[in-house]
């Protein structure tokens, strides 16, 4: 089964600390997408960081970078020098077969 | 911005009626999917569309019926609504041009009494 897990149901990290956000996924592919997405108290959901299966270089996008470990099926996101408004719940998902899936989510406090 | 927008964005509902919820963007993709989210269980998928009049089933499509007869628009119908049908629905267009990245609309909030 395709599944995409993260287990940190919360977490919280002090204003201007590092935070990371871990994720795991099962697939059988070998070529697949990777994504990180943030919903804010808005809902909307906005798209952080994805990474190609195929590359081994890390994704980063400003202060979001991501530890991609491609035999042990990891994916973590990385928040450096976190600001209040990084606070959401942060969503883990892997495109296979046309098909988005999403892990359960991990809602980030983020403390001045 | 992928012009991506859903309406209603709110709707209270009673327990055996329709409701249609309407997902319309500006861009031409081939691709539009529905999601509904829940506590605790992320985004599922309910169905996709792969263009028009072309559509298949996610993993909780049961009860849901969609249609596509315009490459802009992707309705999503509820035959007749249940209380475990409360939700928030998202729309959402995937990019085939950017690493098949998925953009979402603003969801619908739907409450079934």
């Known amino acids: 089964a395709q599944t995409v897990t993260q287990s940190q149901p919360e977490m919280s990290v002090q204003e201007a600390e590092t935070v990371t956000l871990s994720c795991t996924y099962d697939t059988s592919e070998s070529d697949y997408y990777l994504f990180w997405y943030k919903q804010p108290p808005s809902r909307q959901m906005i798209l952080v960081i994805r990474q190609e299966a195929y590359k081994q270089q890390n994704a980063t996008e400003n202060r979001f970078s991501v530890n991609f470990q491609k035999a042990a099926k990891s994916f973590s996101l990385k928040i450096s020098d976190s600001q209040l408004g990084d606070a959401a719940m942060y969503f883990c998902a892997y495109i296979a077969t046309n098909k988005l899936i999403f892990g359960t989510g991990t809602l980030l406090a983020v403390q001045p | 911005d992928a012009g991506i927008t859903q309406s209603p964005r709110h709707k209270v509902t009673e327990t055996g009626t329709p409701v249609t919820l309407r997902c319309h963007q500006t861009?031409?993709?081939?691709?539009m999917y529905w999601y509904r989210q829940d506590p605790g269980h992320g985004l599922r998928l309910i169905h996709y569309?792969?263009?028009?009049?072309?559509?298949d089933k996610g993993e909780v499509s049961d009860g849901y019926s969609v249609s596509r007869s315009k490459t802009e628009d992707f309705l999503l119908t509820l035959e007749s609504a249940t209380s475990s049908q409360t939700s928030v629905y998202f729309c959402?267009?995937?990019?085939?041009?950017?690493?098949?990245?998925?953009?979402f609309g603003p969801g619908t909030r739907l409450t079934v009494l």
């Open positions: 569309s792969y263009g028009v009049k072309d559509t």
């Open positions: 959402a267009i995937r990019m085939t041009s950017d690493s098949d990245t998925q953009y």
């Open positions: 861009e031409n993709h081939r691709y």
